[in-house]
């Protein structure tokens, strides 16, 4: 197996873990996270926000990776976009994550202190748990923002370079535009970034990111690319529909 099977298996091994880590993560704290009441609810249910937090910092890491692992064939073709690729998603994008996971990580703690001190129920503590709450969730939208950008950045050099078939770099430069303005929308307070619409507007590009995961780990990138190290522009049109297949 040759360095760049290798890389396309690990970046699709890192998109799924990645993925499957963030809607965990919504999974598990569910309605606990809604309406931070007391010091001793949170407490009572310090573990799910825990796990939630760490499933956060998995997902920042598995997909802070892909830009890396995946830099060294995306530079061949556009060294500028590969790099911007690595700052979006690889940098900026693993620091609103890690503001989201410490910020629920500090509402556990806080709760804690309010219990052990005795304030069971303090408004106090809900003005601080609906800070730092409100603050994790300012860096939700963000992040989209920026996934957003370092998308665009990916899908157009895998398009250029044609490293996958062409259908799926189109569907990933479509699926971003509904993606950033759910974004947008969250960042102007217009949309929640849990609400049905929000939700539906970032289907388009789950559903693409997991397909090109699986085609990366089943039959990864376009070989004649890899071989001529630019976007196989000259091959016969028979042969390309071939790789397109």
């Known amino acids: 197996m040759n360095t760049e ?22 999974v598990v704290t569910g309605t606990v996270l809604a309406a931070p009441n007391s010091p001793a609810q949170i407490s009572a249910n310090a573990n799910p926000i825990i796990l939630g937090a760490l499933l956060v910092l998995t997902m920042g890491l598995a997909l802070a990776m892909v830009p890396v692992v995946m830099y060294p064939i995306l530079k061949k073709y556009n060294p500028v976009l590969a790099m911007g690729y690595v700052v979006f998603r690889g940098a900026l994008e693993t620091v609103t994550c890690l503001i989201l996971a410490i910020c629920w990580l500090a509402i556990v703690m806080t709760a804690n202190t309010f219990v052990q001190a005795g304030a069971v129920t303090d408004s106090t503590f809900q003005a601080t748990s609906a800070s730092l709450l409100a603050i994790g969730m300012t860096s939700v939208p963000l992040t989209a923002i920026i996934f957003s950008l370092g998308a665009l950045m990916l899908y157009f050099v895998l398009f250029q370079a044609r490293l996958l078939p062409r259908w799926i770099s189109v569907w990933g430069l479509v699926a971003v535009i509904p993606y950033f303005a759910a974004a947008f929308l969250g960042v102007l307070g217009l949309t929640d970034s849990e609400s049905a619409i929000s939700s539906l507007m970032f289907f388009p590009m789950l559903i693409q990111e997991m397909v090109m995961a699986v085609w990366l780990i089943v039959k990864g990138f376009n070989p004649t690319a890899i071989v001529s190290g630019s976007a196989p522009s000259h091959a016969p049109r028979y042969q390309l529909a071939q790789n397109e297949a």
């Open 5 to 26: 099977r290798k890389i396309a298996i690990v970046a699709g091994i890192l998109y799924i873990i990645g993925t499957v880590a963030g809607i965990l993560s919504v």
